[in-house]
Nanobody
């Protein structure tokens, strides 16, 4: 499976943005998916994940109540709705996917995923 992110943006603090991740060749409901981010000079960190069934989601504490993951199986796309953005949300955002061994498990670790997109830059100015 190939993943392609889009939705690069430069916004102000408090604004919203919705990057998307296109899944080529397969329906997105065939995979457990997640979003990670990397700030320059830091390790890539977990942001949010959704189980293959779509019934389970998990969020990093830093984005809880502000970010929402969703998917559109017909359009083979995963979305990351980001509201109330903060300067500390500035990073390159990556979507990831894997075929799940547990349909209701949301995978939180970078090493859990087998497929990655190229990343999309999100910059939040204060």
């Amino acid at each position: 499976v190939q993943l392609v992110e889009s939705g690069v943006g430069l916004v102000q603090a408090g604004d919203s943005l919705r990057p998307s991740c296109g899944v080529s060749g397969h329906t997105v409901s065939s995979y457990s998916v997640g979003w990670f981010r990397r700030d320059p000079g830091k390790e890539r960190e977990f942001v949010v994940a959704m189980s293959q069934s779509g019934r389970s989601t998990a969020y990093a504490d830093s984005v809880q109540e502000r970010f929402t993951i969703s998917r559109d199986s017909a359009q083979k796309t995963v979305y990351l709705q980001m509201n109330s953005l903060k300067p500390e949300d500035t990073a390159v955002y990556y979507c990831a996917a894997r075929q799940a061994s547990s349909l209701n498990r949301a995978y939180l670790e970078e090493s859990d995923y087998t497929n990655w997109g190229q990343g999309t830059q999100v910059t939040v100015s204060s």
